[in-house]
């Protein structure tokens, strides 16, 4: 166990819907990463978050946002959903920002039907 | 931005035999290199990692090298056991992790 909380573990929606995937990181940890992983891309950064502020953006699409609460907990929403967002998206935290070991929670599923 | 090419995609070896998965990097400022082991249905661990100022790194029976010239790196696994069966990724960050795509390491028996 990592420590790091992911709910919901899986997510059935309709295109066209919107969606929040939540995440609690280890105890302690100030920064937050999310992850989408699919079959043929890998695992692609999307944003990172930092003690509530935005750090660095990946390959986040517009419909796609993210935040970090004041308690460090940290929400994705996904919006305007397509087929092509199916994936399991995976949420990461760390003590700190910068070059530093970074643990995964259990991923939320999302299908897209 | 930062690449990383990981080879090979699939790799298939012998109960105690040992296995290595070679990563190549883009971004000469990138200085932290983990190494990730993801079951499935499971999140990535973390199961080793280095830093640019070491060119190698030793856990057990896993050990990690870095060339930062050729801007290479590897994971070898020694003695693999059933266990190790897994998809295995490495990284590198100058501040955020890029990603490999990945090495399926099938142990047989």
């Known amino acids: 166990d990592s420590g790091v909380t992911q709910t919901p573990k899986h997510l059935i929606t309709a295109t066209g819907q919107r969606v929040t995937l939540r995440c609690s990181p280890r105890?302690?940890?100030?920064?937050v990463y999310w992850y989408q992983q699919s079959l043929d891309q890998g695992l692609q950064f999307l944003i990172q978050y930092y003690n509530g502020e935005e750090r660095a953006k990946g390959n986040i699409l517009e419909r796609f946002s993210a935040q970090q609460f004041p308690d460090l907990h940290s929400e994705l929403n996904l919006s305007s959903l397509e087929l092509g967002d199916s994936a399991l998206y995976f949420c990461a935290s760390s003590p700190q920002t910068g070059n530093t070991e970074a643990f995964f929670g259990q991923g939320t599923r999302l299908t897209v039907v | 931005g930062e690449n990383v090419e990981q080879h090979p995609s699939t790799l298939s070896v012998q109960e105690g035999d040992s296995a290595v998965i070679k990563c190549t990097y883009s971004d000469s400022a990138s200085n932290y290199f983990p190494w990730y082991k993801q079951e499935l249905g499971k999140g990535p661990q973390l199961i080793i990692d280095i830093r640019s100022n070491v060119g190698e790194k030793k856990d057990q029976r896993i050990a990690v090298t870095l060339n930062k010239t050729a801007k290479h790196f590897s994971l070898h696994i020694t003695e693999t056991q059933p266990e190790d069966s897994a998809v295995y990724f490495c990284?590198?960050?100058?501040?955020?992790?890029?990603f490999g795509k990945g090495t399926h390491l099938i142990i047989q028996p």
């Open positions: 990284a590198a960050s100058r501040g955020g992790l890029t």
């Open positions: 105890s302690g940890d100030l920064s």
